[in-house]
């Protein structure tokens, strides 16, 4: 009886060479899975799946994992205002965690003795998809042969060509992996310190000019209408505002970070939806939250955001930190304006019932309603009482 694996599907060079090596070289019983988080139409998935029994898969198996990737995670992100480096939404890299956890479910659930995917050794995929299969599914050994054999494009393809694959075989100058949290472009301009992109290269062209102003309306940190219109689910409502904002180029960005392996990365990404929520979000929250909820979530974020990047989303912290995060965003409830233009964007302001900077307790600079000057007096002496103190007993320093 052929052994089950299952195989992280995409369709492209890598795992085409996968599907035959393990069903013609290994003799396994190959099971290809394709995870949508978002960024497949169903005229897409219909062609991987014709490709896959092309291959000679012996099932092949779509799993959805659009909304339960926002439930499990985008969320969080919107609710810690999450940019890496500040400047990154982690579309891929938040979507890796997501597939694999659903890789590893399909395998545990057809009971395979085997798991592949494609990676390289040469990147961050591999790290966040072994570590995860170790997790989830311990017992059950991983295949690498695109890394394990060390093998070049050109070897795969000559691999390919051998056994009568028929496919094109041109590499795309431009690498694109949509999803709904983001699209990142990868080119010859990211393998240096100092190109960017051109023009053409993004996957999006600017076709709108005309500015426009959008009300976003937010439920307990949650996006769940764009002006008047309200959507059932909050991926809705994120792919909603992407059509609209992607045209004016907004969210156009090279992120520069530290990948799992020790280098340094540049990747090229396009996230007009994620950068809009997660502005608008934090404007909304630096009106209805206090000094300190602010101020640990900044630190808390910052961690779950780095943690999740190298594929640690399934340490126990990171259900602490949902848990924090979750409960901050009880009255981050209300509207916020924003104005789009071609290649930006500006937060104009927000309405809340939870609004923080209500005129009934003075106006910053011009009124106080609260407290007296005699109050300021002592405060501000009681205020600085202990250093006022150390500067006597320190006269020199």
């Known amino acids: 009886m052929k052994k089950k694996v299952v195989l992280a599907y995409s369709g492209g060079l890598d795992t085409s060479f996968c599907c035959i090596y393990l069903t013609r070289d290994l003799g396994y019983e190959v099971h290809s899975v394709i995870v949508n988080t978002g960024g497949f139409s169903d005229q897409e998935l219909k062609s991987v799946e014709e490709r896959a029994y092309q291959m000679g898969v012996t099932s092949h198996h779509v799993v959805d994992e659009t909304t339960n990737f926002y439930n499990t995670c985008v969320r969080y992100l919107v609710y810690g205002n999450v940019l890496k480096n500040n400047t990154y939404p982690l579309s891929v890299s938040a979507e890796r965690v997501s597939q694999a956890t659903a890789i590893a479910n399909y395998a545990k659930e057809i009971g395979a003795e085997f798991v592949a995917h494609g990676s390289t050794g040469a990147g961050n995929d591999q790290v966040r998809f072994d570590m995860i299969f170790n997790i989830l599914i311990p017992d059950v050994q991983i295949i690498t042969p695109i890394r394990d054999m060390k093998l070049s494009r050109e070897e795969e393809i000559a691999y390919l060509k051998k056994h009568g694959v028929e496919m094109n075989f041109e590499k795309a100058k431009y690498s694109i992996n949509k999803g709904i949290w983001g699209t990142s472009v990868g080119g010859k301009e990211t393998l240096t310190s100092n190109l ?202």
């Open 196 to 397: 960017g992109l051109p023009e053409e290269a993004w996957p999006t062209q600017v076709t709108e000019i005309e500015p426009r102003t959008l009300e976003l309306t937010f439920e307990k940190g949650e996006l769940t209408n764009i002006d008047q219109e309200r959507y059932d689910h909050p991926t809705k409502a994120i792919q909603a505002l992407q059509a609209i904002a992607q045209p004016y180029g907004i969210g156009r960005d090279i992120h520069v970070g530290d990948t799992i392996i020790g280098i340094k990365g540049r990747v090229g990404f396009e996230a007009a939806a994620p950068m809009v929520i997660i502005k608008a979000h934090h404007t909304l929250e630096k009106h209805v939250l206090t000094k300190w909820q602010l101020s640990w979530k900044d630190q808390l974020s910052a961690f779950y955001g780095n943690w999740l990047h190298e594929g640690q989303f399934h340490d126990p912290i990171m259900r602490n930190i949902e848990a924090f995060l979750t409960d901050t965003q009880k009255n981050v409830s209300g509207k916020v304006f924003v104005q789009l233009y071609p290649y930006r964007f500006q937060v104009v302001g927000i309405e809340s019932d939870h609004d923080l900077m209500s005129n009934k307790f003075g106006s910053y600079g011009e009124m106080n309603n609260a407290w007296s000057g005699e109050d300021v007096k002592g405060f501000s002496k009681i205020f600085g009482n202990q250093v006022m103190i150390y500067h006597k007993v320190n006269p020199n320093d």
